[in-house]
């Protein structure tokens, strides 16, 4: 039996991802809020794959290659900060240098990461 395609959970969890980032990001967990913050992009660009193509998305976490596959009209400025997120997901996903890794993210930077993402779900939902 198929899976039914359902955009709405993959927006949902995408929701939920952005809130685990926000109280990471809280307690100081800057890696984990860097990586959730990735997720809830991920899992937005994957809900918006099944909207246009209805097709259930592949399991890898490049955000430019759903980005490709949904031919999302990305602004420049988002496009930017997409690339940069997604070469950013792999070293906050297996950090070579944990403690490197921690001194490198402050809770400044992340929160700056954090609020870049803010709004990201949420226009590609409105696609």
């Known amino acids: 039996m198929e899976k039914q395609l359902?955009?709405?959970e993959w927006f949902l969890q995408?929701?939920?991802?952005?809130e685990v980032a926000?109280?990471?990001l809280q307690t100081g967990r800057?890696?984990?809020s860097i990586f959730m913050c990735h997720l809830s992009v991920e899992k937005?660009?994957?809900?918006?794959y099944i909207k246009r193509l209805n097709k259930i998305p592949p399991k890898i976490h490049n955000l430019m290659y759903f980005v490709g596959k949904t031919a999302l009209d990305v602004p420049d400025e988002a496009n930017v900060f997409l690339a940069w997120?997604?070469?950013?997901?792999?070293?906050t996903r297996y950090p070579e240098d944990?403690?490197?890794m921690i001194a490198l993210y402050t809770k400044k930077q992340?929160?700056?990461?954090y609020q870049q993402t803010k709004s990201v779900p949420q226009w590609i939902k409105d696609q």
């Open 98 to 100: 944990l403690r490197k």
């Open 22 to 24: 926000d109280s990471m």
């Open 30 to 32: 800057n890696i984990y």
């Open 14 to 18: 995408s929701d939920y991802d952005l």
């Open 110 to 113: 992340t929160a700056d990461i």
């Open 85 to 91: 997120i997604n070469e950013l997901s792999i070293t």
């Open 6 to 8: 359902k955009y709405e």
């Open 44 to 48: 937005a660009l994957k809900g918006l």
